[in-house]
């Protein structure tokens, strides 16, 4: 299991726009209902501060999730839209979850 937090922060000015491609890249998601993964996105309270969630059963899965053209757009227009802080990519180990396992 592959577990990953990423955040980062967006000007004001494309906060909108980023949660609309947020939106369109987990739809696209939603339809690689085959593949083992959970991949959920949080707003802080400031309204610019982004957080994704991430688990893949394995590096292929993550190489599948991170290779969705609709994902590659939203990584692509986030950072050139002038981020105010740079993503911070963090790999995480699952402890424990509510959920029923992705494995």
Known sequence: MISVKVSYTVKPEF??????????????????????????????????????????????????????????TFQQQRDESGLTIQPKIELISLIGSSLSPLV
Request: hydrophobic share 40%; aromatic share 14%; net charge negative.
């Open 15 to 72: 906060a909108a726009q980023n949660k609309q491609n947020i939106n369109t890249f987990l739809t696209d998601f939603k339809q690689l209902k085959q593949l083992k993964f959970l991949y959920n996105v949080y707003l802080q309270d400031d309204g610019l501060t982004f957080l994704h969630m991430s688990m893949y059963e394995n590096e292929e899965v993550q190489q599948t999730i991170l290779s969705t053209p609709s994902f590659l």
